[in-house]
């Protein structure tokens, strides 16, 4: 079972904090995103003002989308350590599922449901690979314990003629 993350901000501040990050992950890969196809959207002399035109129009909202994401995620993350009592990996799952069905609650109930169950499996994976990741770098880093003394009264050797008594 996961520990609780003393690194991070208590639970309302974290919030804020998941809504900025997201927003900045969103406005800078949407940035780089946009730059990209305006640029090779626009003709052969104006690729530079194509690039930054298409980058000034879509990255803001591409961000804010990121943003709405993590702070939405964030708030049920919140609500549901408050609620279970507990810090481990269904948290982000349960997020997970809340989030996409309330982001797609416009859609109607059947696609609110498969985006929460889509959303939910995603999450899923991630703290599955979470997991697994952080088992395989804690068998690196166990201290390797030294051999165990023989006992007394056995031979040092263990060659096939020492074992049998033929010396």
């Known amino acids: 079972m996961a520990h609780a993350d003393h690194t991070r901000d208590p639970c309302p501040w974290v919030i804020l904090n ?47 989308n990121f943003g709405v994401w993590g702070g939405m995620f964030s708030t049920f993350d919140c609500a549901v350590k408050g609620w279970r009592q507990k810090e481990d990996a269904w948290n982000a799952i349960i997020s997970g599922f809340m989030t996409g069905g309330c982001l797609a609650a416009r859609s109607g109930p059947r696609s609110a449901f498969n985006s929460a169950v889509a959303c ?38 263990s060659s096939p003629s020492s074992i049998s008594g033929l010396h």
Not at 131 to 152: C, D, I
């Open 18 to 64: 998941d809504f900025g990050g997201a927003f900045s992950m969103g406005a800078i890969g949407g940035g780089i995103w946009y730059g990209i196809k305006g640029a090779r959207n626009s003709p052969r002399g104006e690729r530079f003002v194509g690039a930054i035109s298409s980058m000034k129009a879509r990255a803001p909202v591409t961000g804010g």
């Open 120 to 157: 939910g499996i995603l999450l899923g994976v991630f703290e599955g690979v979470g997991v697994l990741l952080s088992r395989v770098f804690a068998q690196n880093t166990r201290p390797q314990l030294p051999p165990l003394p023989e006992p007394v009264g056995q031979p040092a050797s």
